[in-house]
């Protein structure tokens, strides 16, 4: 079973559209995470969400909202998407807590690109 | 803000030989560092977790070592193989979130 998992793995889209990745994580963890990769391979955090709670949101344009239905599930979603959107987004789980210093585990990674 | 560097960038070696790479940050309050491997076009494999209290951590080849109050961490990596030929990526948990250093692009030649 994979621990966190993401959809879809690919995705091309036009300027303009709207988008939505989806992430899953069977580990019982109740943070998750979205990050960014960029062309020079750095990882940036966009949101970060406790129990179905926001908690960090990175300077991420507002085109851009996640939605946690359930401590499970972090998907993004992304509006009117543009050139620069294009990127690998990896969602994460950890633990918080007493649990904090345990694994924390990403995703396969979606390849977004607009064009 | 927290700041992870990770020196050199880029490195090449022959297979068999022993090898650091090496993480730095800037504030030490952390929670932990975790080390990971990337593949190109993959996602993020954990290699190993340092917790805070702890000075290092083994797995098979691999040995990681965490100096918080310098804001040091590196990672060995003994008997180098071409199976080993990654990013590695280290990155420190200050509890809300994770921050990567910039990478390491290993390439071992057999």
């Not at chain 2, 200050?94 to 030649?109: E, P």
Request: aromatic letters at 10%.
């Amino acid at each position: 079973d994979t621990a966190v998992s993401q959809t879809p793995k690919y995705l091309v889209t036009q300027m303009g559209n709207d988008k939505s990745i989806k992430c899953e994580q069977n580990l019982g963890h109740d943070t998750m995470y979205w990050y960014k990769q960029d062309s020079k391979k750095f990882l940036k955090i966009m949101f970060s969400y406790n129990n179905k709670e926001l908690i960090i949101n990175e300077t991420v344009p507002n085109r851009f909202s996640p939605k946690s239905p359930d401590k499970a599930h972090l998907n993004l979603h992304i509006n009117s998407l543009e050139l620069g959107d294009s990127a690998v987004y990896f969602c994460a789980s950890s633990s918080r807590g007493h649990l904090l210093n345990t694994e924390a585990f990403f995703g396969q990674g979606t390849r977004l690109t607009v064009v | 803000k927290q700041e992870v560097t990770q020196i050199p960038a880029a490195l090449s070696v022959p297979e068999g030989e022993n090898l650091v790479l090496n993480c730095s940050f800037t504030d030490s309050a952390i929670y932990n560092l975790q080390w990971f491997r990337q593949d190109p076009g993959k996602g993020l494999t954990s290699l190993l977790l340092i917790q805070s209290s702890q000075r290092e951590q083994t797995s098979g080849r691999l040995n990681a070592s965490l100096d918080k109050s310098s804001g040091r961490s590196t990672l060995y990596i003994a008997a180098s193989q071409p199976g080993d030929s990654a990013t590695y990526l280290c990155a420190v948990h200050t509890g809300n979130q994770f921050y990567f250093g910039t990478g390491t692009s290993l390439t071992v030649i057999p």
